[in-house]
Nanobody
């Protein structure tokens, strides 16, 4: 599975961004797709995940109610809509795919930088 993340950028605190992750190389129907992020000096952390077949979604407590993960079957793409962004959410955001769980990735995209100005 090849993953290509895009959509990062600079946004003011309270603003919104939508990240995209385009997948190729394999049918995703049996996969979990997830977003993780890594801030400078911190470990990578789970943000949101989706079971491709069922559409069941999973979120870290810190983003519930503000972030929404979704998928587009026709485009083989996963999205992360991020609203009410906070300065401390500045990080490199990675998309990942796993055949077994949403809490880890077996395949990773290259990451996209999200910078939230205070």
């Amino acid at each position: 599975v090849q993953l290509q993340a895009s959509g990062g950028g600079l946004v003011q605190a309270g603003g919104s961004l939508r990240l995209s992750c385009a997948a190729s190389g394999r049918t995703l129907s049996s996969y979990f797709m997830s977003w993780f992020r890594q801030a400078p000096g911190k470990e990578r952390e789970f943000v949101a995940g989706i079971a491709w077949r069922s559409g069941t979604t999973f979120y870290a407590d810190s983003v519930k109610g503000r972030f929404t993960i979704s998928r587009d079957n026709a485009r083989n793409t996963v999205y992360l809509q991020m609203n009410s962004l906070k300065h401390e959410e500045t990080a490199v955001y990675y998309c990942a795919a796993s055949g077994s769980t949403y809490t880890r990735g077996d395949y990773w995209g290259q990451g996209t930088q999200v910078t939230v100005s205070s």
